[in-house]
């Protein structure tokens, strides 16, 4: 077999919110994953319904990738603020993404409606294949007797970008067909329409440029691959691990989860929950999972400030379960409702009053969204814990290209149960083995009582002094149990040279951007690293840690956090000092060269802080009041600049 | 099929609430009511909120849940949702279920999950020793309450009727055959029942004394309290599809539920109506949980074939 030459992809579409940005790129990248590329993928848009900016990276390569690049090849702008940024604003907030299009790339955009701001492409040293996207729409409506009624379904835009920029990589229009029809499963005659549309646009483009572009390079011919984001990885596990139990209260960026469950529930028999807040939605699943039914609950950050008292709830019953999800976004309080972050972790492991056991696991790339969010499940009810997953918007939303997850690796074990016709049987006896059998209501001899108060063997109301004891020992000595048996390797897992001087420590989703440097084809880092992925977050993993980082002469912790809440716990538990930490708090995840950047940065000036954003080292105390300035100054100078529009459906439309 | 006492719902262990407390009056007429309907104790789950009443669920011999203040209703319906077999019964005070819980009762009028709420209202915080609770009336003052309460007293039969209850009922805890009774009827309707049982609290509540439920402080003894089937009140919907029939009787429990504050006191059954329940709802979307509970379901390891062809 020939070793290709490594190549991808960068394609970007942006537009307004409500004007199908999301849709098309979901097609875009159906193809290329049904072409057999490896895709990755990465969603930033605000937090508004209609009208504000919104772009969608896909990624394509003939190699793994697990990051988005900030270069792109192709831009599909269905704005004029996806090119030049929203400089119509009184107060604008971006400069737009024609400055992130590579020397020599390509940009699409709708030349009817990019008025004077025009000028402004000719800065850049790119490929321009500008068309009025209504006279096209227009043309391509009269081929199927619709001629002139191109503003009635404007809101087809979208699909004339899509057709056109797949006409311009001269992919197979077979391929964009089907997916335009599953895009419109369940409406036949739109799909018949949009199809049309799709096909004009793809030829028209075709004809006139198609020539221009070499034929996009050759796939690995993957076969049989899935694209999945990480709210489906997370309910395809529910549904296998057989949690029949989702109760949850809408809330960005979690709510996909919950609704993706909902499309499939009767297949699977899950009991799904729309709550009337978050309090109700984890009490619900403690109850369930009391109840005998494996239990869970999506939300984010400010849902989950909601639950600490259910989570010490489900903890001093001992419940098996429930399995909260949190997926983080930017915080504090509201923060930025749709952007990333990896802000929670503190709140996650210290949620509550008291002591408590509890565990909490952040997977940090699909696979381990799904086979983490399987294990869990086991995990709650042999400790018969409590549990929090912790993920992030940037995976959640990101759509990947992957194989079918291994389902012969995973196993069910409920733990621990009450057998009929045990003698005197209660629910927390001390019998030694920290865990007790549990009954499940309903089973006959085995009724118990159980209290958030401090409680005895049988679950009854106690303030003695010798029961506290005892009471306490027998559930705090649930997380030594869980160090001791949850293997090391899955604690933490370690990447790259695993004796090289310098340690990289991270967690969650800035895995995908380091593993894609370790594995680069030429180095990239001034020098080699083993990489420590920190996966169980609580109980720490002391022993497993400091094993990985024996013999490190410097740790570099990298977190999408201000305060640097993953190095703070490794200096607690380990008392090993962490010499850097590359932080990013801008609510965008780290891109490839930015954990490049941040990387080398920590490598050859070492220090204790080292801010990334916008692809540059910043100075957090004076870098974002200038560019806040710098934007101001910018609007001062710029041709003026057209706010954008969002088409509206059919029947809305004069 | 087995008989069951009284005594088989009590468990044995000690009652730690005062002497001569109102909730002994309830605690006996769940109890009866649950013998007079025959239910193995193990197929009961009782959920109580935090409080005085919180520690009901101790007290009885069935599955029993001393869960958070306020927090009832959600544990109430995660326990029905496991197991529709389950006979589910909430128990907790008036600021448990009208105050800090008030979000969480008027969501569960509206999901109409079979289940019972028992309420335990005597007008105050009595654990915390005393503060007026959601009940109490706009001027009132017991001896533990250091001022007369400046709010609007919640109507807790007006709200679980605008909430959506399917079965709503006030009760006295003194008279506990009567308690017994109504809490029967409330088990029995599918839907979501409420019973708002007054009760009296002889450690902090001065105002509504036993004597002053039965009138003897009036000149003319007149009892406040009095039985609206006794008057001639039905409030039963007796046919579920005539919204004119829905609207009478709502209108009607509405007025009785205001009698209240005319210094009137009217138990027994306000509203009562045959709706669809959650369960049901939930049966139309996944028609395989009527064989039989979801806790006895093999969910466990089903094909994701489906998924992934739809990812494909």
Redesign the interface.
Known sequence: MVTEHRQDLSWMIGGPQGSGVNSTAELYAKVL??LGYYVFSNIEYHSNIKGKHSYFRVRAANYPVRSHTEEVDLLVALDEETLFGDFYKTYPSHRGHARDVKPGGMVVYDSGEIGEAKSLLEEYDVRTYGFPFLEVLNEALDTIGKGGQGKKYNIMNNTVAYGASMGLLGLDFDEVERSVRDGFKKKPKVADMNVVVARYAYEYMQERHGHEVPPLFGSPGLS?????KGT?AVG?AK????C??Q?YYPISPATDESVYLEQ????????I?Q???E???I???????????R?STSTSGPGFALMP??MG?ASI?EAPGPVVCIYQRGGPSTGIPTRTEQGDLRMAIHAGQGDYPLIVLAPGDIEEYFYDTHEIFNLCDKYQIPAIMLYDKYLASSYVSSA??D?SR?Q?DRGSRYMPGTPNYQRYQFDGSVVSPRA??????????????EHQED???TEGTGNRLAMMHKRMSKLELILKHYPGEKQVRVFGDPSADTAIISWGSNKGAILDILEAEESVLPQAVRFIQVRLMHPFPTRALRKALEGAESVICVEQNWSAQLAGLVQEHTEIHVDSKVLKFDGRPFSYEEMVLGLTEAMTRPRDRIVISDNGIRDEATWGRQEVQELLREKKQRPKQKPTSVPLPPGYNR | MPEYKIKDYKATIHNDWCPGCGDFGILSGIQMALADLGLPPHEVAIISGIGCSGKASHYIQAYGFHTLHGRVVPNATGMKLANHDLTVIGVGGDGDGYGIGGGHFVAGGRRNLDFTYVIFNNDIYALTKGQASPTIGKGQRTKSMPEASIYEPINPVALALSAGYSFIARSYALDVRYTARIIAEAIKHPGSAVVDVHQTCPAFNNLHTKTWYEGLDREEKEPRLYKLEETGYDGTVHDPDDQGEIMEKKTAAIRKAYELEEGRLPIGVFYRVRTKTLEEHLLDKMPDLAGQPLVHQDIYQRSLEPLYQELS
Do not use: C
């Not at chain 1, 049989?224 to 999945?228: A, E, G």
């Not at chain 1, 499939?264 to 009991?271: I, K, R, S, V």
């Not at chain 1, 499940?440 to 108060?453: H, K, L, M, V």
């Open positions: 994953t049904r049989d691959r899935i694209m999945i489906q395809m549904f296998r691990a057989g029949g139990f109760s499939h529930q009767d297949q699977y028999l899950m009991t929950m709550t009337e807040d309090v109700s939605a009490n619900m699943a403690v109850a369930a999972a009391h109840g005998g039914v239990s008292e259910g709830f019953t079918r997850f389902e995973l069910v499940i209501p309903g089973q006959e001899g085995g009724i118990f009582w159980t209290s958030t108060d679950g009854h109301i």
